[in-house]
């Protein structure tokens, strides 16, 4: 077993490299947008935006296939030092305006990043089966947190005044070079290694079918794994437009700053942080999981319709409670789908078929930002009501889960 220490290493690293990706995500569609001149720039935007978890999607089976082979430490290392260069090379193309740069820097950071598998995989290895999720949860927590410190520290990059000439800094992009390196730094000195010696690599394939066939077979899996898909889709819709969509809010007032629009990002964080950590973990177990879901379903809806009122006559107080109710529905529905996915599946195969809906999810994040910001040019509230439609629904097919279906008895 691990020390208290490595699995703080562990912590650290997670937590500080996603700091990074938090920094550049609320800035990366402005950026785009402003080095984007033709008129399917809205498309590009969405390809570079889908870009990262395309990668994410196609290099974390290869990456855990490498960390059962060599061990765990090596891919970390390399993971992190993958995402030092190329977030550093994210403030070189900011400085030089190029969109060409922008797309080999979000590819590349999505492929160095694909190591989460790998740090989940240490924990596995580093905890027994009684203090596995408490040590699953150490990940989870690094995410929540550096969501909601990336932006601000994206905030303090950037220079006070946005005047009519304004050259965006590169300061974000190396600052979450930094950061990664931080983090390199810490897995150098003060990771051990986690893969037993001797241990036999597990099997991993890019899409496990047969697993989907055991979901599909199994009654109600099959709407609850649309229903995710209709989950992710709708917020990833919305989060990959929201830098634009805030900026298209205010266009006929002086728009939003650049520095405003990472405040709220981390304001989603920090209510993302402290709904899931708090009143859902509290209703965990007390509240039916359907009930959960289809009620998270409804709050998001009534967030986007709220939004699409934001775009009509614009107001900070109602923005910032339209983002507040969608980020809480979001927590709701995203770990009661899971929990009923988890519950619906035979033990046995259990493994397969969460990894199933870990594939939906990439695909979801894949597609959702591409379709998104080709809706945008169109209308400002299309992806609004895109993601209120497909998450009416997602919380429709959960309903009809709950309904036809139960938990697995052998």
Same mark, same amino acid.
């Given at each position: 077993?691990?020390?208290?220490?490595?699995?703080?290493?562990?912590?650290?690293?997670?937590?500080?490299?996603?700091?990074?990706?938090?920094?550049?995500?609320?800035?990366?569609?402005?950026?785009?947008?402003?080095?984007?001149?033709?008129?399917?720039?809205?498309?590009?935007?969405?390809?570079?935006?889908?870009?990262?978890?395309?990668?994410?999607?196609?290099?974390?089976?290869?990456?855990?296939?490498?960390?059962?082979?060599?061990?765990?430490?090596?891919?970390?290392?390399?993971?992190?030092?993958?995402?030092?260069?190329?977030?550093?090379?994210?403030?070189?193309?900011?400085?030089?305006?190029?969109?060409?740069?922008?797309?080999?820097?979000?590819?590349?950071?999505?492929?160095?990043?694909?190591?989460?598998?790998?740090?989940?995989?240490?924990?596995?290895?580093?905890?027994?089966?009684?203090?596995?999720?408490?040590?699953?949860?150490?990940?989870?927590?690094?995410?929540?947190?550096?969501?909601?410190?990336?932006?601000?520290?994206?905030?303090?990059?950037?220079?006070?005044?946005?005047?009519?000439?304004?050259?965006?800094?590169?300061?974000?992009?190396?600052?979450?070079?930094?950061?990664?390196?931080?983090? /390199? #730094?810490? %897995?150098?000195?003060? +990771?051990?290694? =986690? *893969?037993?010696? @001797?241990?036999?690599?597990? &099997?991993?394939?890019?899409?496990?079918?047969?697993?989907?066939?055991?979901?599909?077979?199994?009654?109600?899996?099959?709407?609850?794994?649309?229903?995710?898909?209709?989950?992710?889709?709708?917020?990833?819709?919305?989060?990959?437009?929201?830098?634009?969509?805030?900026?298209?809010?205010?266009?006929?007032?002086?728009?939003?700053?650049?520095?405003?629009?990472? /405040? #709220?990002? %981390?304001?989603?964080? +920090?209510?993302? =942080? *402290?709904?899931? @950590?708090?009143?859902?973990? &509290?209703?965990?177990?007390?509240?039916?999981?359907?009930?959960?879901?289809?009620?998270?379903?409804?709050?998001?809806?009534?967030?986007?319709?709220?939004?699409?009122?934001?775009?009509?006559?614009?107001?900070?107080?109602?923005?910032?409670?339209?983002?507040?109710?969608?980020?809480?529905?979001?927590?709701?529905?995203?770990?009661?789908?899971?929990?009923?996915?988890?519950?619906?599946?035979?033990?046995?195969?259990?493994?397969?078929?969460?990894?199933?809906?870990?594939?939906?999810?990439?695909?979801?994040?894949?597609?959702?930002?591409?379709?998104?910001?080709?809706?945008?040019?169109?209308?400002?509230?299309?992806?609004?009501?895109?993601?209120?439609?497909?998450?009416?629904?997602?919380?429709?097919?959960?309903?009809?889960?709950?309904?036809?279906?139960?938990?697995?008895?052998?």
């Amino acid at each position: 077993m691990a020390s208290k220490a490595a699995l703080l290493t562990i912590f650290l690293t997670v937590f500080i490299d996603l700091i990074g990706f938090g920094m550049v995500l609320p800035l990366l569609p402005i950026y785009a947008k402003r080095f984007g001149t033709d008129p399917t720039s809205g498309w590009q935007i969405g390809l570079l935006m889908a870009s990262f978890s395309a990668m994410q999607f196609l290099f974390s089976p290869m990456w855990g296939r490498l960390s059962d082979r060599i061990g765990r430490r090596p891919v970390l290392i390399v993971g992190l030092l993958g995402s030092t260069v190329f977030y550093a090379l994210f403030g070189v193309a900011t400085m030089q305006e190029s969109l060409t740069l922008l797309f080999v820097a979000r590819i590349g950071a999505g492929i160095a990043g694909a190591t989460i598998s790998t740090a989940q995989a240490y924990i596995a290895d580093s905890t027994t089966l009684e203090k596995r999720a408490k040590g699953m949860a150490l990940i989870g927590a690094a995410f929540g947190l550096g969501f909601t410190l990336g932006p601000l520290f994206a905030y303090f990059g950037l220079p006070a005044e946005e005047t009519a000439d304004f050259k965006l800094s590169p300061w974000p992009g190396y600052a979450a070079a930094i950061c990664s390196g931080v983090a /390199l #730094l810490i %897995a150098i000195f003060k +990771l051990p290694e =986690s *893969l037993p010696p @001797g241990a036999v690599p597990a &099997r991993r394939k890019l899409f496990d079918w047969s697993s989907l066939g055991d979901a599909l077979r199994t009654p109600s899996l099959g709407l609850l794994m649309g229903a995710w898909f209709l989950c992710v889709f709708s917020f990833a819709n919305f989060e990959s437009t929201l830098s634009l969509l805030l900026s298209k809010f205010t266009e006929d007032q002086g728009r939003l700053s650049i520095k405003t629009i990472c /405040l #709220l990002f %981390a304001y989603i964080g +920090l209510v993302l =942080s *402290l709904v899931q @950590g708090g009143l859902v973990r &509290r209703l965990s177990g007390r509240v039916d999981e359907g009930k959960m879901a289809i009620s998270g379903a409804a709050i998001e809806v009534v967030g986007f319709l709220l939004l699409i009122q934001c775009a009509r006559s614009y107001s900070l107080a109602l923005t910032l409670v339209s983002l507040a109710v969608v980020v809480s529905g979001f927590a709701f529905m995203t770990p009661s789908v899971n929990s009923l996915i988890s519950r619906r599946s035979d033990p046995a195969k259990q493994g397969g078929i969460l990894g199933v809906a870990q594939s939906i999810s990439s695909l979801a994040r894949i597609l959702a930002p591409i379709v998104g910001n080709a809706l945008l040019p169109v209308n400002v509230t299309y992806p609004l009501w895109t993601a209120a439609a497909l998450m009416a629904v997602g919380g429709g097919l959960v309903l009809m889960a709950a309904r036809r279906g139960r938990d697995y008895a052998a």
